[in-house]
């Protein structure tokens, strides 16, 4: 993404938001209004409250006090400003090459007096390959969209010591997707055909991966099963027919999606309820790995 300035448009297209990251006036006059994104994300999205669950979990299991954390591509900030502000003991970095989103983050950052969060423009490859050691890293929703993820896991391998570990979480190459959603999509694009790289991950290749890298897989869930899956494709449907309608038209989703939402959300927290013809399969999953030893 081509970055210009922090005055962005006020009449930008909604596409430039939602699909090239750039920040609305508004935001970036009152950038702590980025918190109601944050609250809405984990509302509306099952992957937000997983991941916040999980990091919460290994921050608090973790022998150590202070640890140091690296959020790997860490977009707006949804899963580094909260755990920031809650953990002050521990000290976190946000990396992400898009300028905007660092720029962005730099003001919130300032604004709130926050401390123990650091915040730097990069590639993940570069900061991995001389930045210092890291207790935990957490990767969420960012593996598909990197040229050589492989390499990247080798270089967290080689980041690393025995027994620190990285919290992935990544949508996964499967078949359960519903034909609206599909029909939908192939239509009017996705957030993911708009970026300049996108490749699905195989679970198998994903395997393969970790174990070149020296982790071990200390634990695994599947998400947005069938069930879930439904819920998410019925609300991302509304929200790229909102996104790509004329401006006449878009109370239209929009009406749909208030009136949808107790359905669609209640369908992704259920999703693990429902017995499955593969339970553990699913288009999410989080994995949670520990670095080990290099025996001789």
Known sequence: MK???????????????????????????????????????RILFLRSRICHRWIRKLIINSPKRQLRI?????????????QARRWSDCTFTGIDQLKD??????????????????LEIIDIKAYLSGGPEVDLIYMIGVLQYL???????????????????????????????YKFYQWIRSKYGHYDDAQ?????????????????????????EYHYKRVGTLGHEIMQSLIILWTNWPMALKIIPALFFIILMPIFVSLQVVDGWFP???????NGLLLILEKQSIRG
């Not at 690296?70 to 909260?82: K, M």
């Not at 989103?101 to 650091?118: D, E, G, S, Y």
């Not at 990247?152 to 190459?173: A, E, F, K, W």
């Not at 198998?204 to 020296?214: G, P, S, V």
């Open 3 to 41: 970055y210009t300035n922090l005055n962005s448009d006020p009449f930008m297209r909604i596409r430039d938001i939602t699909e090239n990251h750039h920040y609305p006036i508004w935001l970036l006059r009152f950038p702590r209004l980025i918190y109601i994104h944050y609250v809405a994300s």
């Open 70 to 82: 690296l959020d790997a591509g860490c977009g707006e900030g949804q899963y580094l400003i909260p």
């Open 101 to 118: 989103h660092i720029a962005f983050l730099t003001k919130l950052v300032n604004k709130k007096r926050i401390t123990n969060c650091h």
């Open 147 to 177: 040229p050589r993820p492989e390499k990247v896991l080798n270089l967290m391998g080689q980041t690393q010591s025995p027994g620190q570990q990285v919290l992935l979480y990544t949508p996964i190459r499967t078949k359960i997707h």
């Open 196 to 220: 300049e790289q996108y490749n699905p991950i195989k679970e198998k290749d994903l395997y393969e991966w970790i174990e070149n890298a020296r982790y071990r897989i200390a634990h695994k």
């Open 276 to 282: 499955s013809r593969h339970p553990k399969r699913g």
